[in-house]
């Protein structure tokens, strides 16, 4: 019996198996000349959702259509009913790039059954799934519905990154809509025992015709970095990726909004600083670990502008975390700084909405680095030298220092009684933190700490593209979008400082898998725009598009400069123009961003039943501010005098 088999000219062939009684299976992918797995003797497979009973389910015919075409039929029985399908089976010739798009139809609804859809059966070697926000490096995973990813794909690999594969559905189809029977798609996989696959209408498919479209890329490089770097390549070319336009307002309109709602705020509480948000009963705290990023800004709208208000804000925000500073020499956290100020109680601490309390070695970095901006930039504008500034930066910055685990990474959180270290995380404020630090003091401990954070960096964080941590008041091993623009910052720095393509290599690469979490178009059933939002961790699922104490647009468009790839520029300004959609343009919060753009699977309608176009609670800090620095620095606004 002829086995079709169809090959591209970038070394990707499917080759169909016989089974032997006159069907066909979809056999073997070969990546130059290299099996991704064992053949596979089905077509599609059938599971019973209560028993977890598998039918594999083998073509009665195949049809080779043309040199990169197949064409498979078969039916089964199920329940008294019958489905048939037809499967095409395709490769591209100029991409290593395959698609399996199956139609299939049932004359009975049916109930308790999934269609299974998979490119194997079986395993010859170890694999890891990549599913932001729900698995990074993982042996398996299990999502029953899919929804809060961004490109509807899993990211497989081989340990060693020396295989790697992207399986997702094509973006071009209504994907995972919960309003349809396609919000009934679901992944799984278990390495060595569930190939990975995705299962459609495990709570009931109805009678009549379906249809889903798959994608796999594969690609086999020397390093995580190359590989996701062409996986997204390959990926964007394959479905003709474009940025969507959206216009919301100007940068300087939108500067103007936030400066003239900072201004006049209750949010503002004297010789503080700014109420973290509106809306949650449990914020009712300024945010010292965002003080000092905060009177940067408002030293250089001063500086701009003239207007001393900005001035007297600076100082009182700064002054207000040498309040919250450890001073004693001899306590075991001498230089930590306390990231709240609760309301309330009138007093300092680490408690971070009642959750993961300790003290935050990522989050004190930060703080050291603005204070001697902020510093900085008072000296040189004005001649004043406010030491006590400098010293309590570099008292925090030895005390990060001190808390390194074993591992050259930080801990996201200590313990305040015990000095208990947290396991290592991401540290996307300390990496660009510690080079700032550096430069100003000219201490070269702060040196040789950058290099040991960039050691973890690679060999611990980027080896498994697990980014993770970012939000202190969640566990250090939150998966969360915010963490990775902290890396591709450090990246970009010290790519300008030394010239070594490498670190530019690395930067694009974490900015590539970034764009994988990012959803790619706009979702039929939402009407506020969803392309460029991300799932903002897994334990608050919901879309969002902020800057959370990082420097997502300002690294956008430093890539676009660097790489000369207008498409980075692209995204730097929808992403701002997402950002400019959640902004408030009256009221007493005026200024502030909402903390998402949509709630696409309904995460959050508990919190008041608004629907798929929610935006919840609003911060005149955080998310806001960080974006309006960008603006500031890069140019792109200008504070009116």
């Given at each position: 019996?002829?086995?079709?088999?169809?090959?591209?000219g970038?070394g990707l062939?499917w080759?169909?198996?016989?089974?032997?009684?006159?069907?066909?299976g979809?056999?073997?992918?070969?990546f130059?000349?290299r099996?991704?797995?064992?053949p596979?003797?089905?077509?599609v497979?059938l599971r019973?959702?209560?028993?977890g009973?598998?039918?594999?389910?083998?073509?009665?015919?195949a049809?080779?259509?043309?040199?990169?075409?197949?064409r498979?039929?078969?039916?089964?029985?199920?329940?008294?009913?019958?489905?048939?399908?037809?499967?095409?089976?395709?490769?591209?010739d100029?991409i290593?790039a395959?698609?399996?798009e199956?139609?299939?139809?049932?004359?009975?609804?049916l109930?308790?059954?999934?269609?299974?859809?998979?490119?194997q059966?079986?395993?010859?070697?170890?694999?890891?799934?990549?599913?932001?926000p729900?698995?990074?490096?993982?042996?398996?995973?299990?999502?029953?519905?899919?929804?809060?990813?961004?490109v509807?794909?899993?990211?497989m690999?081989?340990?060693?990154?020396?295989?790697a594969v992207?399986?997702?559905?094509?973006?071009?189809f209504?994907?995972?809509?919960?309003?349809?029977?396609t919000?009934?798609?679901?992944?799984?996989?278990?390495?060595?025992?569930?190939?990975?696959?995705?299962?459609i209408?495990?709570?009931?498919?109805?009678?009549?015709e379906?249809r889903?479209?798959?994608?796999?890329?594969?690609?086999?490089?020397?390093?995580?970095?190359?590989?996701?770097?062409?996986?997204v390549?390959?990926?964007s070319?394959?479905?003709?990726?474009?940025?969507?336009?959206?216009?919301v307002?100007?940068?300087?309109e939108?500067?103007?909004?936030?400066?003239?709602?900072?201004?006049?705020?209750s949010?503002?509480q004297?010789?503080?600083?700014y109420?973290?948000e509106?809306g949650d009963?449990?914020?009712d705290?300024?945010?010292?670990?965002?003080?000092?990023l905060?009177?940067?800004?408002?030293?250089?709208v001063?500086?701009?502008?003239?207007?001393?208000?900005?001035?007297?804000?600076s100082?009182?925000?700064?002054?207000?975390?040498?309040?919250?500073q450890?001073?004693?020499p001899d306590?075991?956290h001498f230089?930590a700084?306390?990231?709240?100020?609760d309301?309330?109680?009138?007093?300092f601490d680490?408690?971070?909405?009642?959750?993961?309390?300790?003290?935050?070695?990522?989050?004190?970095?930060h703080?050291?680095?603005?204070l001697l901006?902020?510093?900085?930039?008072m000296?040189?504008?004005?001649?004043l030298?406010?030491?006590?500034?400098?010293d309590?930066?570099?008292?925090?910055?030895?005390?990060?220092?001190r808390?390194?685990?074993?591992?050259?990474?930080l801990?996201?959180?200590?313990?305040?009684e015990?000095g208990?270290?947290s396991?290592?995380h991401t540290?996307?404020?300390?990496?660009?933190?510690?080079?700032?630090?550096?430069?100003?003091t000219g201490?070269?401990r702060y040196?040789?700490?950058?290099?040991?954070?960039?050691?973890?960096l690679?060999?611990?964080?980027?080896?498994?593209m697990r980014?993770t941590?970012?939000?202190?008041?969640?566990?250090?091993?939150?998966?969360?979008?915010a963490?990775?623009?902290?890396?591709?910052?450090?990246?970009l720095?010290?790519y300008?400082?030394?010239?070594?393509?490498?670190?530019?290599?690395?930067?694009?690469?974490?900015?590539?898998?970034?764009?994988?979490?990012?959803?790619?178009?706009?979702?039929?059933?939402?009407?506020?725009?969803?392309?460029?939002?991300s799932?903002?961790?897994q334990?608050?699922?919901?879309?969002?598009?902020?800057?959370?104490?990082?420097r997502?647009i300002?690294?956008?468009e430093?890539?676009a400069?660097?790489?000369?790839?207008a498409l980075?520029?692209e995204?730097?300004?929808?992403?701002?123009?997402?950002?400019?959609?959640?902004q408030?343009?009256?009221?007493d919060?005026?200024?502030?961003t909402?903390?998402?753009?949509a709630?696409?699977w309904?995460?959050?309608?508990?919190d008041?039943?608004a629907?798929f176009?929610s935006?919840?609670t609003?911060y005149?800090?955080?998310?806001?501010?960080?974006?309006?620095?960008?603006?500031?620095?890069?140019?792109?606004?200008?504070?009116?005098a």
């Open positions: 019996m002829e086995t079709p088999t169809i090959e591209s970038s062939r080759e169909l198996a016989g089974t032997g009684s006159g069907g066909y979809l056999g073997r992918l070969t130059r000349g099996d991704l797995a064992p596979a003797s089905r077509a497979a019973n959702v209560a028993t009973e598998r039918t594999l389910v083998a073509a009665s015919s049809e080779r259509l043309d040199g990169f075409t197949i498979l039929r078969g039916a089964a029985a199920v329940e008294g009913g019958r489905l048939s399908f037809e499967a095409t089976v395709s490769v591209r100029d290593p395959a698609g399996l199956v139609t299939w139809r049932t004359d009975a609804d109930t308790g059954w999934e269609l299974c859809l998979a490119y059966e079986a395993f010859d070697r170890r694999w890891r799934c990549n599913l932001y729900f698995a990074e490096d993982e042996a398996f995973v299990s999502e029953a519905p899919l929804t809060y990813v961004g509807p794909a899993a990211l690999h081989t340990p060693d990154w020396s295989t992207l399986f997702g559905i094509d973006p071009s209504d994907y995972l809509d919960p309003t349809s029977w919000g009934d798609v679901a992944f799984h996989f278990a390495d060595g025992v569930t190939p990975p696959e995705f299962r209408g495990g709570r009931g498919m109805r009678a009549g379906h889903l479209a798959l994608q796999l890329l594969v690609t086999a490089e020397d390093s995580s970095t190359a590989a996701v770097t062409r996986l390549r390959d990926w070319a394959l479905n003709g990726y474009r940025v969507e336009p959206l216009q307002r100007t940068p300087d939108a500067l103007a909004i936030f400066l003239e709602g900072r201004r006049k705020t949010a503002w004297p010789g503080i600083g109420q973290l509106e009963p449990d914020s705290v300024v945010y010292i670990g965002e003080n000092p905060s009177a940067y800004f408002e030293y250089l001063f500086e701009r502008t003239g207007d001393h208000l900005w001035r007297d804000r100082l009182e925000q700064l002054d207000a975390v040498l309040r919250g450890e001073r004693d306590h075991r230089g700084i306390h990231t709240s100020f309301l309330r109680k009138r007093a680490s408690d971070d909405r009642g959750a993961n309390v300790g003290y935050k070695p990522d989050l004190v970095a703080i050291a680095r603005y901006l902020t510093w900085e930039r000296r040189n504008h004005e001649g030298d406010r030491r006590d500034w400098y309590a930066a570099l008292r925090a910055a030895d005390w990060v220092l808390q390194q685990n074993p591992d050259g990474g801990p996201q959180c200590v313990d305040i015990t208990r270290r396991v290592s540290a996307g404020r300390a990496l660009p933190a510690v080079l700032a630090i550096a430069r100003i201490e070269p040196v040789a700490f950058a290099g040991e954070l960039e050691r973890h690679r060999e611990v964080v980027e080896a498994r980014f941590g970012h939000h202190p008041d969640l566990p250090p091993d939150e998966l969360e979008e963490s990775v623009w902290g890396a591709i910052e450090y990246w720095d010290t300008q400082r030394t010239g070594e393509a490498a670190r530019l290599e690395r930067a694009v690469a974490d900015a590539s898998l970034a764009l994988l979490w990012w959803c790619p178009k706009q979702l039929p059933w939402v009407k506020n725009p969803t392309q460029c939002a799932a903002e961790q334990h608050f699922l919901q879309y969002s598009v902020y800057c959370y104490q990082n997502k300002e690294c956008l430093r890539l400069r660097h790489t000369g790839d980075w520029h995204l730097a300004e929808r992403v701002l123009q997402g950002i400019l959609w959640t408030v343009t009256e009221g919060q005026m200024g502030a909402h903390e998402r753009i709630d696409p309904l995460a959050r309608d508990e008041g039943g629907g176009d935006l919840g609003m005149i800090g955080e998310q806001s501010l960080d974006a309006m620095l960008q603006l500031v620095e890069m140019g792109w606004a200008t504070p009116a």
